[in-house]
């Protein structure tokens, strides 16, 4: 059964008529927590999260309900009500729950629950706790909004609640102003990429008439190939911007300044996987353009590079674990570009490391938590025996992430290597490259904080974090070690009405050249991390003129790129047009003014109250207007 079948051939029943609760739920308790106000304080953490759990609820039942269908039924249009309806135009709001957007929702309910547990510990001091759940719930709103969609108008407006959302967490703690100033740059990189997202909605209704997903995929088909790039090209625009791709990913790194369960949701397992979400959910224009499919992949590879050189020189436990986000979305990027073959295999590595990476994050958290929330890795150290639950769990994604055999990142990520090399070597090549550096990075990252010499600072004694805080580790290592030997093999069946992709035979040993030569390279970025690292380190960073590393530390220069490339032409041409503005625009109107007061001034003296004077103006008017015939009739 194809796509454009399965959108459209079963209308909402039963339990599927209920899918709009899974929005409405956390958007209900985003409002009352706002409007309440402080009244909620004492309860309103505990709102949120069963607000949170609730959708997760429904959407288990949803899953369930599907996997018990037949194929045909297993996506399902809700239509919900008439939006726009103008000439020929009608657009509607409902939503599409199919075998793609279902394992958003649990994805997106499942660790964003986790995280609201979590975060009922590591907030309980905040003053402003209940505001921050608040938030929490208005951005899973927001991003079930954008999965669920059933047209790109729709999935534009949950887009837009995201980037708000996000800019209202990332700057939190908006009494530092370097976190005020991180929200400010996350909204406006992002705003860059969304005018990608509003010109490719102009652009379909311009050529279909319509901006359901049904209706474009239909239309794609009549598209020249210029048409079909430019649609292309503009989408993944929009996700660059939401998925911190290479140029626009100068925001993730600043974007750490919020609190660290932010990290965990926005740039670890929801947010920052939107883009992933847009280029797989828009395949069938990615296969009419050659040229941006391979745009995508390019895209992949370089930022899976960008990222893994940024956090192997970071010190900041944070900002490592941010380049790793903006290298693990590249490889999603990738296989996204690879067509159909490689679009099941980025869904299923952003889930795995939806789950690793929520779980490192968190980690993080815990690590900060017990060390007076110091962030410099440097200042750490031999945390292993004092914080056991954080380190275990901790390992356990970090095992994921490098791809150690049979845990999730073993199936998920190699299965990009390995495709990646059956269609392009070049991107084969480079992403097993980028398998490397992730091993040695993470394996400097372990050795800072968790072996070696105690460097902490005098009077911090480490602890572990609470229960409500280390269950959700728990649950998230455990995840990180299983999901991948569950969903391998089943999610490309799975996935393939919904993708385009076509299944193919994935073993539970991939042990084939490429997946040894992945084990191997890992191997040797493993190695080297030990290696490098597993002697004293210094407490503060060492001088150095080594350029990679200056680059890295510098965060590859992108806000100095943006600068002369952007922010430095934009402000020359707008001093410009301001200076023209003022001169040539104003100068005009104030001269006009200036020649008025000036002529009224003159004709004011004529108007003197002498009957002598008004005589001599008649009679020179009489002349003026005698001439002027004489010469009309000469003429």
Known sequence: MTFLETVSAVPATGLFGLAWLLIAIPLAGAAVLLLIGKASNPWGHWLATAASLASFGLGVLLFTTMLS???????????????????????????????????????????????HIYSIGYMEHDERRRRFFAYLNLFVAAMLTLVLADNYLVLFLGWEGVGLASYLLISFWQHKPSAAAAGR????????????????????????????????????????????????????????????????????????E???????????????????????????????????????????????????????????????????????????????????????????????????????????????????????????????????WTFLTFAMGYLAIIGFPFTAGFYSKDHIIETAFHENVVLGVLALIGAGITAYYMTRLMMMTFFGRARWEQGVHPHESPAVMTVPLVILAILSLGAGLVMNGWIQGWLAPATGSHPHETGLLNFTPVGLAALGVVAVGVAIGWFLHKDDIPREAPATRNPLVLVSRNDLYGDQMNQWLVVGPVSGVSQVLALADHGVVDGAARGAGAASVGLAGWLRRTQNGHSRSYGVILVLGVVVIGVIALVGQLV
């Open 258 to 388: 919020g609190p660290t369960p932010v990290s965990a949701l926005i740039h670890a397992a929801t947010m920052v996987t939107a883009g992933v979400y847009l280029i797989v959910r828009s395949h069938a224009i990615f296969a009419a353009s050659p040229a941006a499919t391979m745009a995508v992949a390019v895209v992949g590879v370089v930022t899976l590079l960008a990222g893994a050189w940024v956090g192997s020189a970071k010190d900041d436990i944070k900002k490592v674990l941010a380049g790793s986000t903006m290298s693990q979305i590249g490889y999603m990027m990738l296989a996204a570009g690879l067509g159909p073959a490689g679009a099941a295999f980025a869904i299923f590595h952003l889930i795995t490391h939806g789950f690793f990476k929520a779980n490192m994050f968190l980690g993080a958290g815990s690590v900060m938590h017990g060390m007076h929330d110091d962030v410099d890795m440097r200042h750490y150290g031999a945390l292993a025996s004092g914080m056991r």
């Open 69 to 115: 269908a037949d194929e045909a039924q297993r996506a399902v249009s809700v239509p919900l009500y008439d939006w726009i309806s103008t000439g020929s135009w009608n657009i509607h709001v409902g939503l599409l729950v199919d075998q793609l957007s279902i394992l958003f929702v649990l994805l997106i309910t499942g660790v964003g629950s986790l995280i």
């Open 185 to 256: 740059k996350a909204f406006v990189v992002n705003r860059v990429g969304d005018l990608g997202i509003a010109m490719a909605i102009f652009t379909m209704l311009s050529l279909f008439g319509s901006v359901a997903f049904a209706d474009v995929n239909a239309g794609v088909s009549q598209l020249s190939a210029t048409s079909a790039t430019l649609l292309g090209c503009l989408l993944l625009l929009g996700a660059c911007g939401k998925s911190a791709q290479v140029p626009l990913h100068t925001w993730l790194l600043d974007a750490m």
